[in-house]
């Protein structure tokens, strides 16, 4: 959630190194929270990039700034699932 004066927009982004990141892959990558709790779920299964890794980072950026000169977004419950591949 946001409050009034929060970012209006998040973007979605991973990397496979921790230095290059990419939206590449990810259906509907821009978030765009609201001023009371929402949830949102992102399947990451069809990003190729992430298929058969060890690790992976996650990173979301606020692409649309504050309104004013205060303001936050607020995160709970981030949960990250995967499921081990057969060999």
């Known amino acids: 959630m946001r409050t ?16 290059n990141f990419s939206s590449y892959g990810i259906q509907n990558f821009v978030l765009e929270p609201d001023t009371d709790w929402k949830r949102f779920e992102i399947d990451l299964k069809t990003v190729p990039a992430l298929a058969n890794i060890p690790m992976a980072y996650f990173r979301i950026t606020f692409t649309d700034g504050n309104t004013g000169e205060s303001g936050n977004n607020r995160f709970d419950n981030i949960i990250v699932e995967g499921r081990k591949l057969s060999e």
Do not use: C, E, M
């Open 4 to 19: 009034n004066n929060g970012a209006k927009n998040q973007q979605l982004s991973y990397s496979t190194d921790g230095v």
